[in-house]
């Protein structure tokens, strides 16, 4: 697998994708391959590849999983053998014909409530450093209409979950109004396998990190992550990171 530095990559319009570290040897052997993971389960229904596009993508899809976390705090109580049944049983009967509505309502207050409450937002911090502290980013050379497409569909928001829901848990720059894929949440096609000489392992100096690459993108963009990505910069400030 190649390797390269941050500093020599066009952050502004490359394609991501985040992974556990214990992945890139395997990754290396036989490239990127398409599932359907623990956190994708009881949502999405084929197995893709995920990536962001752009630094400004990875802002937001950080975004996105921090409000997700928190958002998910409650099917934890369990314990974690019944996480991820529960999980995907909540997401079943948000899904139901008529009552999902209901359910919309009751789940909305839920997930507010958990946004407001002090604990939950810690505890996801932390679970979000762990895993930025134990990933590696990758470039992806991609082939528009061969690999992907961003006329592609969203399938979260294809199906009946609460647009109100989506809102609170996607990132803030959202299209709710479209099935179509956003650009902090691009996917390839169905099965399509990438292979490893379309993979670049990312690195910063001598750290492949993905924390400290995320900190080197904020610190050489443009962008203001207080405004674009409000729960990523909370984060930082938690952890003194900026």
């Not at 409650?74 to 909540?90: Q, S, W």
């Not at 991609?142 to 294809?158: H, N, Q, R």
Request: aromatic content about 14%; proline content about 3%; some cysteine.
């Amino acid at each position: 697998m190649k390797v390269e530095d941050i500093k020599n990559i066009d952050i502004r319009f490359s394609f991501f994708h985040y992974t556990n570290k214990n992945n890139i040897e395997n990754i290396a052997k036989e490239g990127l391959l398409p599932k359907i993971g623990n956190s994708a389960t009881g949502i999405e229904t084929t197995e893709k590849i995920f990536f962001a596009t752009g630094a400004k993508g990875v802002f937001s899809i950080f975004d996105s999983w921090i409000r997700w976390l928190i958002a998910k705090r409650l099917t934890d109580l369990p314990g974690e053998k019944a996480d991820i049944p529960f999980y995907r049983f909540c997401t079943f009967i948000m899904r139901l014909p008529i009552i999902h509505h209901f359910i919309a309502i009751i789940v909305n207050i839920v997930v507010w409530v958990e946004f407001k409450f002090k604990p939950f937002k810690t505890k996801s911090f932390k679970i979000m450093k762990e895993i930025l502290d134990n990933s590696c980013f990758l470039l992806l050379n991609l082939e528009e209409e061969k690999d992907f497409s961003y006329k592609d569909i969203d399938e979260v928001k294809a199906q009946k979950f609460n647009r109100k829901l989506l809102k609170m848990v996607y990132a803030k720059q959202n299209k709710m109004g479209s099935k179509k894929m956003d650009y902090w949440n691009m996917h390839t096609f169905t099965h399509v396998i990438i292979p490893p000489n379309k993979i670049t392992l990312i690195k910063r100096n001598n750290s492949y990190k993905c924390l400290d690459i995320l900190l080197w993108m904020i610190e050489n963009s443009n962008i203001d992550i207080k405004i674009l990505s409000p729960f990523l910069y909370e984060f930082l400030q938690y952890y003194n990171l900026l």
